[in-house]
């Protein structure tokens, strides 16, 4: 590839977007190479919309700056180095996907070969359809097919996955990982821990405005405490379960008892074989985002 | 980039078929109803009815294609988020305003000439070649002011509401400019409020055409103003519907 990470991928400096009493971003900063996959991880309402909007130019921050590529967002974008899917974005219903996608890829100065956009984005046998009656995880892949379109060196993705169904996250997965490994940068928001784990080098939450944690998945899931296994413990005695292996903390509350574990597995085998408790309605969830934010933001 | 622009507004309009029916086939069917029944009367100017009309449903057509082909989908767009989606490439802002007026102006033709070709192919309607280019000419640049306003619309208002505002102002346009109901069988003052409208001047420079008189300066003039203020409006409610909040 002919990009020179000559100048960071993102940088944004104390950045923040109010809407009127409303802090949807409030005093973020960070820098990315440029090169691999970052997650922008947070739940609903942490402002991955708003900074995914500032990037590209969409909204302009309150205060702060935010460097695209070396320059403005909008000149990052006239200059057709910027590919994005929005959360939102109808396709137009007459048009077929071939017609959309070809005219979006006439738009950037260097872009895909058709084949290579319909073969990322799984598109081929619905060149011909038209946008109007396609499911909706079919328009997310054509709407992944638009943003690849042009070879941006910055390909910016907001719940990419929303609509789709298991196997279609597994192809679209695959596609995006297929165009970061050349060289370029994607930015993808998510609510999932499991998606930026699975499919970003680098994961950056963010929490109520305020970048929460910044490192590669393992460090974040680390930092979030493991999983948590949860049981119904009734009016059995709790002592002894903060001496399992692996449980890091115990919290019980309304006859439940919610363990946080470095090694589920070991601690589950624990739980029957070195205690006589009766275990009903065993769970273990992994290291859900809700959970990850307590950890990550009790500090701050 | 613009021409791509413009070809796909075209081809998302020529696959709808509420463009199709509304917008080329009613102002036809509207002129051969009339044609038929009044055609061949003719008018003080000593112009046939069938003429007179002809050029009537030839300016309504493109009043009527111009607003609803404009308003409606503009402002579907910009809820949809397929502007946004637009926004994010390398299309410049000002390419998708003028992308949509050329492909306004381009969707507008097949109506005026169909209306044009059953007037001189089934009513009889005669005119020298230099009359027709005049007359399509007048007809086809006088609808700026049109795509204007339909842009002004679909600008300000959201898409729910911009329906029956178009049909509200697109009939109030073509009832009282006299293009349904000539002006001649008006009453003194709604003849001077139907003179004022942009509609109109519009009809007036084919009416002028095919009575042998060219394009009243007058006319042109008062369309011409109307093209320019609609236009800096189009502008203007353009940007604060596109503004990056």
């Known amino acids: ?27 973020l900063s960070l820098t990315a190479a440029a090169g691999g996959a970052i997650a922008l991880l947070g739940p609903n309402g942490a402002g991955k919309s708003t900074t995914v909007s500032l990037l590209l130019g969409l909204a302009r921050p309150t205060a702060g700056t935010v460097r695209v590529l070396g320059g403005t967002p909008e000149q990052a974008v006239a200059q057709g180095r910027v590919g994005a899917m929005l ?47 396609l499911s909706g995880g079919q328009a997310q892949r054509v709407r992944f097919a638009l943003a690849v379109a042009g070879a941006p060196d910055l390909l910016v993705l907001d719940e990419p996955t929303a609509a789709m169904d298991v196997e279609s996250r597994r192809r679209f997965w695959d596609g995006m990982r297929a165009y970061a490994a050349g060289g370029r940068t994607v930015l993808f928001a998510t609510h999932y821990l499991e998606e930026a784990d ?50 890091t903390s115990v919290e019980i509350r309304d006859g439940v008892a919610r363990l946080r574990t470095d090694d589920a597995a070991l601690t589950t085998a624990a739980l029957y074989r070195g205690t006589t408790l009766e275990v009903h309605d065993l769970e273990v969830s992994g290291g859900h985002l809700e959970d990850a934010f307590l950890a990550l933001t009790r500090e701050s | 980039m613009l021409a791509s622009y413009v ?23 509207i002129y051969l109803l009339n044609a038929n029944v009044f055609g061949k009367e003719t008018t003080d100017g000593g112009v046939t009815l069938s003429a ?42 000002w390419m998708i305003i003028v992308g949509k007026l ?29 009359q027709w280019a005049a007359l399509v000419g007048a007809l086809w640049a006088g609808a700026v002011p ?3 306003l339909g842009l002004v619309i679909g600008s300000l208002l959201r898409p729910d509401a911009v329906q029956p505002v178009t049909m509200i102002t697109m009939l109030g346009l073509v009832i009282v400019g006299g293009l349904w109901f000539p002006v001649t069988t008006m009453g003194e003052t709604m003849r001077t409020i139907a003179e004022a409208t942009p509609a109109y001047s519009y009809a007036d420079m084919g009416w002028s055409v095919i009575a042998g008189h060219g394009v009243p300066l007058s006319d042109a003039l008062t369309v011409a103003g109307w093209a320019a203020a609609l236009g800096v409006l189009a502008v203007l409610a353009y940007r604060r519907a596109t503004v990056r909040a």
């Open chain 2, 52 to 93: 007179y009309v002809m050029v009537s449903m030839a300016a309504y057509g493109a009043i009527s294609g111009t607003l609803v082909n404009t308003a409606g989908p503009w402002a579907q767009e910009r809820a949809s988020g397929w502007l946004p989606q637009l926004q994010v490439t390398p299309l410049p802002g």
């Open chain 1, 198 to 247: 699975q499919n970003a080098d680098r994961v950056l939450v963010i929490a109520r405005g305020r970048l929460a944690a910044d490192g590669t998945p393992a460090e974040i899931k680390a930092t979030a405490g493991g999983r948590l296994v949860t049981f119904r413990l009734g009016d059995q005695p709790a002592a002894g379960l903060d001496a399992l292996p692996g449980v």
């Open chain 2, 7 to 29: 070809r796909l507004e075209i081809l998302r309009m020529i696959r709808n078929r509420r463009y199709v029916i509304l917008g080329i086939g009613f102002p036809l069917v």
């Open chain 2, 102 to 130: 050329v492909g306004a102006l381009l969707l507008v033709l097949p109506s005026m000439l169909l209306v044009c070709l059953a007037g001189a192919l089934t009513q009889g309607v005669s005119l020298s070649v230099g």
């Open chain 2, 146 to 148: 049109f795509v204007a």
């Open chain 1, 87 to 133: 959360q939102q974005g109808e396709l137009m219903p007459e048009l077929t996907i071939g017609e959309l996608v070809g005219f979006v890829r006439g738009l950037y100065p260097r872009p895909l070969p058709l084949s290579e956009i319909l073969d990322l984005a799984d598109l081929g046998s619905l060149v011909k359809r038209r946008a109007k009656g």
């Open chain 1, 1 to 27: 590839m002919e990009t020179i990470p000559s100048s960071p991928a993102l940088a944004l400096t104390g950045v923040a977007k109010h809407f009127g009493d409303v802090r949807a971003v409030d005093g």
